[in-house]
Nanobody, 115 residues
Framework: QVQVAESGGGLVQPGGSLRLSCAAS????????MGWYRQAPGKQRELVAEITSGGSTNYADSVKGRFTISKDNAMYTVYLEMNNLKPDDTAVYYC?????????WGQGTQVTVSS
């Protein structure tokens, strides 16, 4: 019954890297975009990066130059390459799928950046 599944989170040291993956069920009809959001305790959930079916991307200012979002050709798998991680990147990262039916969210994967 899981329609969106994230993986790849974990504990890393500052300056380290992680690669998150998001797999969307093939039951989705014509995905318009997929994106990564994050939420830290006491903070609002915020957009980290998104990619459209046409390949256009958008990044939060705080991650520009460090994170890269990419997708497979069929738009059912999206990746987030995270480099030079900082403690402020610590959050639960959620994958989002947008189509004409609305938004669908994954359960989230924890990313902790700490020494």
């Amino acid at each position: 019954q899981v329609q969106v599944a994230e993986s790849g989170g974990g504990l890393v040291q500052p300056g380290g890297s992680l690669r998150l993956s998001c797999a969307a069920s093939r039951s989705f009809y014509r995905i318009n975009s997929m994106g990564w959001y994050r939420q830290a305790p006491g903070k609002q959930r915020e957009l980290v990066a998104e990619i459209t079916s046409g390949g256009s991307t958008n990044y939060a200012d705080s991650v520009k130059g460090r994170f890269t979002i990419s997708k497979d050709n069929a738009m059912y798998t999206v990746y987030l390459e995270m480099n030079n991680l900082k403690p402020d990147d610590t959050a639960v990262y959620y994958c989002n799928v947008k189509n004409l039916g609305g938004d669908t969210w994954g359960q989230g994967t924890q990313v902790t950046v700490s020494s």
